[in-house]
């Protein structure tokens, strides 16, 4: 069964640091999330990609994170420099069929000390 | 804008018995509604999802989940809980529409399952 793959599972780093987080979506999914869940919330919304191109980041922090799906498949959420409130699940969901369904990958628990 | 409720921060239920998990919706026009389970440290899984049709929708594991329109209601049931359903559990909605812009989902913020042996 295909799946939403994302690296790395855990990241450790200290406040100032740069960050980088990986997703690689379902195959053929055109439609890419990044989403922030803090602890003991839902997931929230950063930035949606449809193919290469971004569809809404207006929950993006855009002073220190950035995100990008150069080819329209794999993409990379980047934050510099990390705070200590950036500590939290980083998830990428990909969606496609009907009704574009999300799929979730593992996710990526960062802690900023 | 659209928004999900989750009223209750955690459920308790004896290995068994069945289990319901609230979630009531406010959506624009007729709603898709979703349910996802997350794990310890795991991403969210999906569970089942409401598009059309029949009122009553059955999904993962045992899983089902009834569409109230007149209440906007979507609660999560199933008829005998087990201990490995013990996990958090997370109704989506987003509104119908074609276009990217229409895919987003609103999280509710999660009901924590615990059954007991």
């Known amino acids: 069964e295909a799946e939403v793959a994302q690296s790395p599972r855990y990241k450790i780093t200290e406040k100032s640091q740069a960050v980088a987080f990986w997703c690689d979506p379902i195959s053929g999914h055109a439609t890419l999330y990044w989403y922030r869940q803090i602890l003991g919330q839902g997931p929230e919304l950063l930035v949606q990609f449809q193919d290469e191109s971004v569809v809404d980041d207006s929950q993006l922090p855009k002073d220190r994170f950035s995100a990008e799906r150069l080819k329209g498949v794999d993409s990379t959420l980047k934050i510099q420099p990390a705070e200590l409130g950036d500590s939290a699940m980083y998830l990428c969901?990909?969606?496609?069929?009907?009704?574009?369904?999300?799929?979730f990958g593992p996710g990526t628990r960062l802690t900023v000390l | 804008a659209q928004s999900v409720a989750q009223p209750e921060d955690q459920v308790n239920v004896a290995e068994g018995n069945p289990l319901t998990v609230k979630c009531t919706y406010s959506v624009s026009g007729n709603p898709y509604l979703f349910w996802y389970v997350q794990y310890p440290n795991r991403g969210l899984q999906f569970l089942l999802k409401?598009?059309?049709?029949?009122?009553l929708v059955k999904g993962s594991y045992g899983f089902e989940a009834e569409f109230n329109k007149s209440q906007t209601s979507f609660h999560l049931k199933k008829p005998s809980a087990l201990v490995s359903d013990s996990a958090l559990y997370f109704c989506?909605?987003?509104?119908?529409?074609?276009?990217?812009?229409?895919?987003?989902?609103?999280f509710g913020k999660g009901t924590k399952l615990s059954v007991i042996p």
């Open positions: 969901a990909s969606g496609g069929g009907s009704y574009n369904e999300q799929f």
């Open positions: 409401y598009i059309t049709g029949d009122n």
């Open positions: 989506a909605v987003r509104a119908p529409g074609s276009g990217a812009g229409s895919y987003q989902l609103t």
